[in-house]
């Protein structure tokens, strides 16, 4: 295994006070990893541990023990910069820093030297010269004639010894040998699922239900070859977030909504108590599979500890959305119609930047059809159909975004705009349960204006749920 090297930054799209937007994905990708690689490392990136929100023993080990670290400091994100911290304490060289050069640094980074790059339309510019520029500078700083102290305690307290980790080198080689084997089963657990896609694009072409039924159970067995990644983790789960959190994708993208339940359950029971991303997702994988009661119970929990937000509240409003659904023609369905839109609506006002409560909501008014809603109906829509105008303008390419600017249409009767829509998410090339979770939603649609007009005028609808 080559020496390995941790990066230290953002992940996924980021945004500054001053709007300009930048795709750490991409840098990463292209031009960071490149270059640690020609530089003769193994990159290891830390975004999936940081999705939690809490910082943990992995990290403090890829902190300590790895050879090298790149830490990219644009729009100063807090997390980078405390862990850069703990790296400037524990070594004097071996780290490099850089920095998009539209980012104002703050003061305390005046004694770092720093590496510069220019992020524009959605591209890292002369992205092949800055990757063998950071290159031979980590080849540099590598190299024990030519390293330069890059860490300001370093530079600034002469005579400050830094930790003498050699005695702690049995736990170097422990992390060296978690590093590959996390690396291994992240990789095949990318591979499962890959393999689960190709079977169902095989189902939708399937010639008879023999050859479905067949291709069925293949999907089946790699529900079984996940949970067996997940079983051969053992006790160690606990202390692999990464590895929960990659289990938690395969499991998501196969629709094996029950295992991801049974998996997520003892961990919330023990070490994340506390962890607001994974009881979420334990309250997901409940509502998938019928457990409503228990989905609603967890996220109570939650908002009465933490309060609203869009987040756990639109994770509640679906939990009531299935509870409506299980009483279809019920007398309670109209009261957990009700539960369903107060928990939706009071996810959009604790972040009306973000539009997933606000359209559940308003599409849950519309089926009611209640007197009592058209106000608040009004009201609403053009506040949602501003949030997703306003974040279609950075992220065209969001199947979410897509699907929801889909179903304002459709509410708003607007043929041509919901056929554009349609056109551009299943350009987004879905997830199948995502796909089939908006084909869901589209049919109530059209089911209730089936009732509330022509049904021949609703044919354009229909046209749309066929397509999903």
Known sequence: MRPLCFVLMPFGTKRDASEKEINFDIVYHTFIRPAIEQAGLDPIRADEEQAGGFIHKPMYERLMFCNF???DLSFANANVFYELGIRHALKPHTTVSIFETGTKLPFDTAPLRTFNYDF????VLQAQQKIDALANLIKANLNTTQEQQDSPIAQLIPGYHFPDLDYLQADADAFKEWAVSHRSIKKELRELEKKWKGL??????AADAAEKEQLTTQQKAIVDAIRQEQVGMGDALLYSYDIIYALL??????????EMADMLRPLVESTFEDNIFIKQQLALAYNKIGERTESERVLKSIIKKYGPDP???????????GMMDDNKGEIEEAGFRSKAITAYLDGFEADPRDYYPGINALTLMFYGNAKKDKAVFDKYLPLVQFAVDRQLKKKSDDYWLQATRMELAILSDDCDLATEALSDLLACNPEQWARSSTKANISKLFEKKSTMENASSCDWIKLIVNKL
């Open 120 to 123: 524009k339309d959605n591209t």
């Open 249 to 258: 994708n395969a499991y998501k993208t196969v629709n094996a909504f029950k």
């Open 311 to 321: 987040e756990t509240n639109g994770l509640l409003g679906a939990a009531y959305k």
């Open 200 to 205: 169902n694009k095989l189902k939708d072409r």
């Open 69 to 71: 670290a790149v830490a």
